[in-house]
């Protein structure tokens, strides 16, 4: 495995064990599938995933990686998920993704901390040029 929990600023986070170069996977999970959102799950299209490393992958306005439901010729036999880095990332960093991106809507909004935008989900983003 290439990730691990661990406590960033007094919160769990999870971070790399090595180098990653854009456009890798950075972490492949199946997870359970349930039929509501949690704190804790993704969305990814009308299923909400629970998995106990994606329960820890924190927010950012500027993530480091993207959800793709590994869609290879338009299906997924297996039900695997991964998180994609969108650029470089080195061993140690922290691995966020825009829950704007994924969310229709955020169970818990919450204020987040890189710019003080109200994450509440993609059903709630202005569309413009900025998500922020």
């Not at 986070?13 to 799950?41: C, H, L, Q």
């Not at 992958?57 to 297996?78: E, I």
């Not at 955020?106 to 890189?114: I, L, M, N, T």
């Not at 935008?117 to 059903?123: A, M, S």
Request: with cysteine; net charge negative.
């Amino acid at each position: 495995m290439t990730v691990k929990i661990t406590n960033i600023n007094g919160m769990k986070g999870v971070i790399t064990t090595v180098d990653v170069k854009a456009g890798s996977i950075v972490y492949e999970f199946r997870g359970k599938a349930i039929s509501n959102p949690t704190r804790t799950s993704v969305q990814i299209g009308d299923k909400h995933v629970e998995d106990d490393i994606v329960a820890y992958v924190n927010h950012s306005c500027t993530p480091n990686v993207k959800v793709d439901d590994m869609n290879y010729n338009d299906w997924n036999m297996f039900g695997t998920y991964a998180f994609v880095s969108t650029r470089n990332i080195v061993a140690d960093e922290e691995i966020t993704f825009d829950y704007n991106s994924t969310e229709d809507q955020v169970v818990h909004p919450f204020e987040c901390s890189c710019h003080g935008t109200l994450i509440r989900g993609k059903n709630y983003v202005e569309h413009s040029s900025s998500n922020v």
